[in-house]
Nanobody, 119 residues
Framework: QVQVEESGGGSVQPGGSLRLSCKASGDTFGVRPMAWYRQAPGKDREVVAVINWNSRATWYNDSVKGRFTISRDNAKNTMYLEMNNLKPEDAAAYYC????????????WGPGTQVTVSS
């Protein structure tokens, strides 16, 4: 399994930017599609963005298209999420994990990183 640790969260004003990082351990990171997920208080965890193993394909939740960019560096076992023009509705705990998991049954989440967007 891929073990992960997220970082880079913080508190910003609307319109601000943050760059999240996901450091992974294990020898399968570089061959697996990975994803960023988020969970706001009282809401279900949702997929935010996905990137395939060689970065040639990405997918974004409609709510973040044009504002967020997912990327990865397999040599560093690290994935990133560049978040621009942040909105209050982006506030959530952000997690990384392999793509294609069943969110409600996956039990290998990292600690997550908190993003707060408020004026």
């Amino acid at each position: 399994q891929v073990q992960v640790e997220e970082s880079g969260g913080g508190s910003v004003q609307p319109g601000g930017s943050l760059r999240l990082s996901c450091k992974a351990s294990g020898d399968t990171f570089g061959v697996r599609p990975m994803a960023w997920y988020r969970q706001a208080p009282g809401k279900d965890r949702e997929v935010v963005a996905v990137i395939n193993w060689n970065s040639r394909a990405t997918w974004y939740n409609d709510s973040v298209k044009g504002r967020f960019t997912i990327s990865r560096d397999n040599a560093k076992n690290t994935m990133y999420l560049e978040m621009n023009n942040l909105k209050p509705e982006d506030a959530a705990a952000y997690y990384c994990a392999p793509d294609g998991i069943t969110i409600g049954k996956y039990n290998n989440w990292g600690p997550g990183t908190q993003v707060t967007v408020s004026s």
